[in-house]
């Protein structure tokens, strides 16, 4: 007796080619352009998180991959990363120590014995604050990663509207292709949708053929609910991606955030045909977590979903345990730390 | 291409499979063939007498099963009895610990349990591991804690003696759990009988009783298919039958067991509603769906089976259904990512067959997803059907598969009526953001069970049983405790005389040439004195032989009228305040005891005693004014169920209720039945005493000048035998009290099938009426009422 895998789900308006490994088609073909504010859906949408919380629990109770699936997906959680390093010690040689990570992320010899072949495997991005983009834009010249930067007053983004403008256009100007904005929480705590949609609008026009992500910190909106209104805005107002966390909240992505935000992403293409991607961002440390994002991810969404253009991790050390999961998968030994190179 | 780079294209989830090793190891160390369980050992197991019992998922035989006979039933009940004693001796304490060790040991063989129940039932494992088998555990923790507080919680009580168990294939462990541990517990020991398809686990689980020290024979499993069950229901030695499985066989063991005298609770089908407003938040609504419908392949008796959808959001509430069902993935149970596995049997497969496609003859549009159901082993894929309407087969007949119809609704009192318009009453599932909406229309859904944004949540805490033809009794929390007791003045308490034949009494004389003003008064049906329909009367006669009077003689139209009349006010009587109707009761006092020497002197006439029919009056008066009180003061709980929720055990009314009054206390009795009845928002229909209803026809006037709203208490006088049979076989009645003697209450327990009524009877059991545990209290308000579990989660 066999297992049924189902078939990807058909969406009209989707755009077809998001199925693909294409990126740049992506970039340039489909990018969501944003609708006016639609304030009576923002106000409409319900989120029972009781409920929520039950689908997200049961996720990876009903789904589990093993064996060779598991070393495939895990191989895809790289290609899916966003490495980050967001401290107040960085300095242009941890910057490149990890561009070089992002380059090679996996031994080769361990590709090897996965049967991948070397230029399968790069990460999605680089992720560093504007000082390190110039540092970061030349150490990854000609591998086709791009560099994100952290914008717009991180992590709080309480400073001045022409300052975060400022920031989002010299990080641009200095090779930046993707823009991780953070919001305003207080214009979505106060329900001031208006305010927030013109800020991201005028974020996403600042960041000109830049991708922007909008970072809901949702460790500090409270409720569900919010977290739900919000993502909506933020695609309205014309976000490439949505993202769960700074990484400096005190909660960071959760699964039920995770999926109040993929749901909302759904919502969306599905009434507008625009692709929106996701980021879970913070926390997210272990290879088995890894499993459970892209679980939600293709149950919620799709494997369309699955792809750099429209999922990433923002992690800092989750790489890590891939590295030595993988090395368990390919030896049947456990691995150590040491004996892969470090970021 | 290597393997793992294919998949890193196509992202599938591959092959989980959970190992079936330790499961064949039981199973052939045992040789793949088993006797019964009886008195502590295992019968040997015999070719002769055996049926195969398969694996769902490839139709594979697994075991070999005995088929129990009438001599092995015999052999299991006779040990129950003999370790009966024991068992109660050991006192709630030594009983915790038992339960406490069958806890701990499933606990401990948990995987080994869940894999053996996927194996031979089809669930898939996900299901057996997370939910069935630690509910089990569950449920034997929460009940050696009722074993130890047994004597605080439940004074005055006992164990009912022998039960037996019959349970069902759907949960086989699970069901298991639910019937033994409150018996257990409660100090009864136990014969239980697991369904034909499904006796391994129930086999695994006697091993643990020998492995957890449990005294022989207080635990005793006798395998088999419905024969057996008969044999167990039919046997003289068994004080109580708790069945769970459907309606149609609830209906045997009811007419079976009439007028034996042993107890019953069952646990019978559904149709139960899922209701969603359009606030819901439907991506949630769907996952409810999910877990409504196509858990356990639907093969729940509470499946959310019918959806109920607001009308403006029923096209994507639709269109994200058949989108969610393209993901579910069906297959081989024991893989661990597997949301779907296999339907029971053949002929469970069959029966869902024939009726999905009797509901597309009658034009329902039938909806499943692209990919198909595996080939090898019973399956059958989701179903989502629309264009039903309430009178098609598909929105009545309880499926048992994972057959989802879909209706829309326009208001939420539309919903409620759609809810409503089933035989069943199991269980409800209502879907909206609006706190304030879920909250009115869960009281107003005739269910057991209503889950409020989530479905198919159970908890040992939380009683589980039916409304209407879906059963009575309750399963969990302290609400299912009373079914495995019995009260201890009950043990010892003689049998009443049998009726004795109508008298005819002479007739009044004239005083001085004057004849008395005839007073023949009518029958009370809506709040007016009726006449009867036949208009005929019956004399009354006193206990000095004359005739004190003639009450009319009510026939089967006045039975009818009364019903109605009882239907019309019930919603509206349920719904008042229980401060209203203590007001109401408290005016019924009153307004007796300005009538005090009246009816003392009419009680009199027909017991003869002066002082003890004083007695009677004030003892009335006390009575109506305990219900007074009580009204506002029998309350629910709130139930710790292991979930950010509340859950809300409410006691609401049974509805119409038929009371046939005592002939022991003429005024008291009728006093008796009438308050509990009405305090807890009941309507009722009284018969009162055959040869005292005339005290009754006096209490017209009480009633008329306590403003007690027309309908609420209808009282028809005549013979018992004419109208007790009436009321117990009418569909619109709810409950049925009787207070007669054994013969009628045989014959109240046999006529109660036809809408499967609740009945109480005492098996003419003599009653002391004026005595407060015996006449008046808790055990009335227990009976007057039916637990509903309102399952409430919050968080925003």
């Known amino acids: 007796m066999t297992t049924l895998d189902p078939p990807v789900r058909k969406r009209s308006g989707m755009p077809t080619k998001t199925n693909g490994p294409s990126p740049v088609d992506l970039r340039e073909g489909d990018r969501n352009p944003g609708i006016p504010l639609d304030l009576e859906w923002v106000r409409r949408i319900g989120v029972n998180r009781s409920a929520v919380e039950r689908r997200a629990a049961a996720l990876g109770a009903r789904r589990s991959v093993k064996k060779e699936w598991q070393a495939a997906w895990l191989l895809k959680s790289i290609t899916l990363m966003d490495l980050t390093t967001l401290a107040g010690d960085d300095t242009p040689a941890r910057v490149r120590r990890l561009c070089a990570k992002a380059r090679q992320p996996l031994r080769r010899d361990l590709l090897e014995a996965l049967g991948m072949s070397p230029g399968q495997i790069r990460v999605g991005a680089v992720c560093v604050y504007h000082q390190m983009v110039d540092t970061a834009v030349r150490a990854l010249d000609g591998s086709g990663i791009p560099v994100a930067a952290v914008s717009t007053g991180f992590p709080h983004g309480l400073s001045p509207l022409s300052t975060r403008l400022a920031e989002i256009r010299a990080s641009v100007d200095a090779g930046a292709e993707e823009i991780d904005i953070v919001i305003t929480r207080g214009n979505a705590l106060n329900g001031d949708w208006n305010a927030l949609y013109d800020e991201i609008a005028a974020f996403r026009e600042a960041c000109g053929a830049a991708h922007l992500k909008t970072i809901l910190a949702t460790g500090e909106l409270g409720t569900l609910r919010n977290v739900a209104r919000a993502s909506l805005v933020c695609m309205m107002a014309g976000a490439d991606f949505v993202k769960t966390s700074t990484g400096k909240e005190g909660v960071n992505a959760t699964l039920p955030v995770g999926l109040t935000m993929t749901r909302a992403v759904r919502a969306y293409a599905e009434r507008t045909g625009y692709a929106v991607g996701f980021k879970p961002a913070g926390g997210i440390r272990m290879a088995k977590e890894a499993l459970l994002w892209l679980i939600l991810m293709k149950e919620e969404l799709g494997t369309a979903w699955m792809q750099p253009e429209l999922f990433r991790f923002g992690v800092s050390s989750m790489l890590g345990d891939v590295e030595r999961q993988l090395e368990h998968h390919v030896t049947g030994r456990y691995s150590a730390t040491h004996r892969h190179p470090m970021a | ?796």
């Open chain 2, 1 to 796: 291409m290597s393997k793992i780079s294919e998949i890193f294209e196509t992202l599938e989830y591959g092959p989980a499979p959970e190992s079936a090793a330790l499961a064949d190891e039981w199973l052939d160390a045992h040789e793949r063939a088993f006797g019964h369980f009886i008195g502590g050992v295992f019968t040997e197991s015999n070719e002769a007498q055996a049926f195969q019992t398969a694996n769902p998922a490839t139709g594979e035989p697994i075991a070999s099963i005995r088929q129990g006979t009438a001599d092995d039933v015999d052999g299991a009940v006779s040990a129950a009895r003999a370790a009966h004693e024991g068992w109660w001796a050991l006192g709630p304490h030594g009983r915790a610990r038992h339960m406490y060790a069958l806890a701990r040991g499933m606990q401990k063989h948990g995987r080994l349990f869940a894999v053996l129940e996927t194996m031979d039932n089809g669930k898939p494992i996900r299901e057996s591991r997370d939910l069935d088998i630690p509910l089990v555990a569950r449920h034997f923790y929460h009940h050696a804690g009722w074993a130890q507080l047994m004597e605080e919680e439940l004074p005055g009580y006992g164990p009912v003696g022998v039960v037996g168990q019959i349970i069902p294939w759907n949960f086989p462990m699970l069901m298991l759990a639910w019937k033994i541990a409150p018996a257990l517990a409660m100090g009864n020991t136990v014969v239980l009988k697991p369904a034909e398809f499904t006796s391994l686990t129930a086999l695994l689980f006697a091993e643990l009783c020998v492995e957890a020290g449990l005294p022989a024979g207080v635990v005793n499993v006798v395998t088999g298919d419905g024969a057996t069950g008969a044999a167990l229901v039919a046997h003289p030695g068994v004080d109580k039958i708790t069945f769970t499985g459907s309606t149609d066989v609830g209906r045997i063991i009811r007419e079976a067991t009439a007028g034996s005298g042993k107890r019953l609770s069952l646990e019978l089908g559904g149709k139960s509603p899922f209701i969603v407003f359009d606030d819901a938040d439907l991506d949630s609504v769907v996952e409810g769906v999910v877990d409504a419908i196509w858990f356990n392949q639907g093969q729940v008796c509470c499946a959310g089976s019918r959806i109920l959808v607001q009308e403006g959001v029923s096209a994507e509430l639709e269109r994200k259904l058949r989108a969610r069902m393209e993901t579910l993935r069906m297959g081989d149970p024991l893989d661990k990512a597997v949301d779907m596995g296999a339907i029971v049997a053949p002929v469970q497969l069959e029966r869902i067959q024939e009726l999905v496609e009797e509901g597309r003859s009658e034009g329902a549009e039938v909806w499943q997803p692209s990919w198909s159901a595996p080939k090898e082993g019973w399956f059958y894929p989701p179903t989502l059907c629309t264009n039903v309407e309430p009178s098609g087969t598909l929105a009545q007949v309880e499926i048992f598969g994972p057959v989802v119809v879909m209706m829309s609704f326009r208001t939420p009192s539309e919903a409620v009526a759609l809810a409503n318009d089933t035989r069943y009453g199991l269980a409800a599932s209502i879907w909206s953001e609006n706190v304030n909406l879920t909250l009115d229309v869960a009281p107003k859904v005739k269910a057991g069970t209503v889950w409020i944004n989530c479905t198919n949540l159970f908890d040992a805490a939380s009683g589980f049983g039916g409304y209407r033809e879906s059963g009575y009794g309750r399963e969990g929390g302290k609400e299912g405790l009373w079914e495995y007791v019995r009260a201890d003045w009950e043990v010892d308490a003689p049998q009443e005389p049998v009726s004795p034949p109508p008298v005819q009494g002479e007739a009044r004389t004239a005083v001085e040439g004057v004849p008395p003003i005839d007073r023949t008064p009518k029958l009370y049906i809506g709040g007016k004195q009726a006449r009867p329909d036949g208009n005929y009367s019956l004399p009354q006669v006193g206990v000095d032989g004359v005739v004190l009077g003639e009450v009319g003689r009510g026939n089967r139209k006045d039975v009818r009228n009364a019903v109605e009349a009882a239907r019309k006010v019930q919603a509206g009587w349920g719904a008042r305040t229980a401060h209203n109707r203590a007001q109401i009761l408290y005016y019924l006092a009153e307004n007796l005891s300005i009538r005090q020497a009246e009816f003392a002197s009419r009680v009199a006439d027909l017991r003869g005693d002066q002082a003890a029919a004083g007695l009677e009056v004030e003892a009335s008066i006390a009575r109506l004014f305990a219900y007074g009180a009580w009204a506002d003061k029998w309350e629910g709980r709130v139930h710790h169920t292991p979930f950010r929720n509340v859950t809300l055990a409410m006691p609401e009314p049974i509805g119409v209720v038929a009371a046939v009054c005592p002939e022991a206390a003429p005024l008291l009795g009728f006093v008796s039945c009438l308050a509990p009845l009405i305090a807890m928002g009941n309507t009722v229909v009284l018969v009162p005493a055959e040869h005292a209803g005339i005290v009754a026809t006096d209490f017209y006037q009480v009633l008329e000048t306590s403003d007690v709203p027309g309908g609420v208490v209808n009282i028809i006088t005549g013979l018992h035998d004419e109208l007790v049979p009436t009321l117990a076989d009418h569909d619109d009645v709810d409950g049925c009290w009787f207070f007669g003697d054994s013969a009628g209450a045989a014959d109240v327990e046999r006529r109660s099938i036809g809408n499967m009524k609740r009945t109480w009877v005492t098996h003419g059991l003599t009653r002391d009426w004026h005595d407060r545990v015996q006449g008046e209290g808790a055990e009335f308000l227990r009976e007057a009422t039916q637990i509903k579990n309102i399952w409430v989660p919050y968080g925003e």
